[in-house]
């Protein structure tokens, strides 16, 4: 999955009207202190998860595009002050609750609206989905599929939970196409990883829980681990009941290429283990339910002397927790400050372990740029995003833009010579 482009017709203090578009690799959120990076960060990270519960009691309006293999997905949502607009029709036959009827907890006068326009390949149809407070209708290939009323609040869900749902009723040959699509994208939810020790923090306060049905497991909420994580942990309680004094320990050479590992290796350390206490084990007929937390962590050292993460220094806590947060979220990065306290042998390594993720990063370092390839002007221009403040009307507004195409091709033109670094080019061309 792919964010290809974002346009914000309002949302807090983003002046009304942006529009950005992405690359699909790096993409550099670049402006001075104050200027609304962070805040495009954070709202990157709730399109990217499609949430907006945590705006329930806020008005805004947003429409983006994703990119999937097979099909393109254009989203508007939105909880503006009521228009008078026509809702879903609802037939008389679909006239049941999706949901079982709950109290509204949207802010009064504040009405959400959600539309989901799917773009399947060829022979694909074209669905469109929209809803709001009351209800939801679907449409394919421009004829009305079904409608349905709904007692719950819209933004309570993700758009993936509320695509799922309402999808159970569309013919097999498209709903089980979004069933495959959705058991990827309901999970991924990247949060930013910040310019401080918030991620580092995040992981000793992390708590997973998995439930088995027959072959299957399904994890109990949103899953912030590394992918292999749930597998080894399911085998090695099975392996080790009842684990040694309630928890697990997982050594950095069990997972070659796993997190673990790759701290040793950069931080120096001759050994590591990954302790995870198992709090909670259940068997029933059929599967059974685990719960794992306190999670902590263990480094030798090469004299032989052993430290806790609380022991580590700030720059080593923030390469454990990049390098980690990098195994949870395997298709984005969303990184405030990325070089914050990093040494420059550790700010390469981690723009090189981006791999093919799709990554938003923002650092007041140049040590940052020294490792950013740019390969056309027109990846320039996506890959760049600048941040500043303007007045209109009386009121300072924070302006996000990519570069125009003559600036993006001038920068290019001087990146391709070769002989200043992008740094210095940035602050040259009025990015930085």
């Known amino acids: 999955m792919k964010l290809t482009k974002l346009h914000i017709h309002g949302y807090r203090d983003i002046a009304p009207g942006t529009g950005l578009v992405f690359s699909p690799a790096l993409n550099l959120v670049l402006g001075e202190n104050g200027t609304g990076r962070t805040t495009l960060l954070e709202l990157i990270s ?171 497991v399904f994890p109990l909420g949103l899953m912030w681990l590394p992918a292999w994580m749930p597998g080894l942990l399911r085998e090695r309680v099975a392996r080790e009941m009842p684990p040694p004094a309630g928890h697990l320990d997982i050594r950095h050479d069990e997972v070659e290429r796993g997190f673990l590992a790759r701290f040793v290796s950069l931080a120096g350390f001759s050994a590591g283990t990954f302790r995870v206490e198992l709090l909670d084990k259940r068997s029933y007929e059929g599967g ?35 390098l980690y947060y990098l195994d949870v979220n395997e298709d984005f990065v969303i990184a405030d400050e990325l070089a914050n306290s990093l040494h420059p042998r550790h700010v390469e390594a981690c723009v090189r372990e981006l791999g093919r993720r799709q990554s938003f990063l923002t650092s007041q370092n140049p040590l940052l740029f020294e490792h950013i390839p740019l390969g056309s002007a027109e990846e320039a221009r996506a890959s760049l995003l600048h941040c500043g403040t303007e007045l209109r009307d009386g009121r300072e507004w924070k302006v996000c833009t990519n570069p125009s195409p003559e600036t993006a091709a001038k920068l290019f033109g001087a990146y391709q010579r070769g002989d200043t670094p992008l740094a210095t080019l940035l602050r040259t061309h009025g990015l930085w």
């Open 46 to 216: 709730r399109v990217l998860a499609s949430d907006f519960s945590g705006l329930i009691r806020e008005e805004f309006s947003l429409e983006y595009a994703l990119s999937f293999p097979g099909m393109e997905l254009h989203v508007t949502v939105r909880n503006t002050r009521a228009t008078g607009a026509s809702r879903p029709a609802v037939t008389a036959r679909e006239e049941s609750a999706l949901l079982l009827p709950r109290p509204p907890e949207a802010a009064p006068g504040l009405e959400p609206f959600m539309e989901l326009v799917l773009e399947l390949d060829a022979p694909g149809p074209r669905l469109v989905m929209r809803a709001d407070a009351t209800g939801v209708a679907w449409e394919v290939d421009g004829q009305p599929a079904y409608s349905q009323t709904m007692y719950w609040s819209l933004l309570d869900r993700t758009v993936w939970v509320v695509l799922f749902m309402t999808a159970q009723r569309l013919e097999p040959e498209v709903r089980e196409p979004l069933k495959e699509l959705l058991r990827r994208t309901f999970l991924l939810a990247p949060a930013r990883f910040d310019e401080g020790l918030g991620t580092f923090q995040q992981i000793g306060n992390t708590q997973y829980g998995m439930e088995m049905r027959g072959d299957e």
């Open 288 to 322: 059974g339910r685990l719960e794992f937390g306190r999670f902590g962590f263990r480094f030798t050292r090469r004299d032989g002397a052993v430290l806790t993460q609380e022991q580590l220094g700030h720059g080593q806590k923030r390469l454990l927790s990049f």
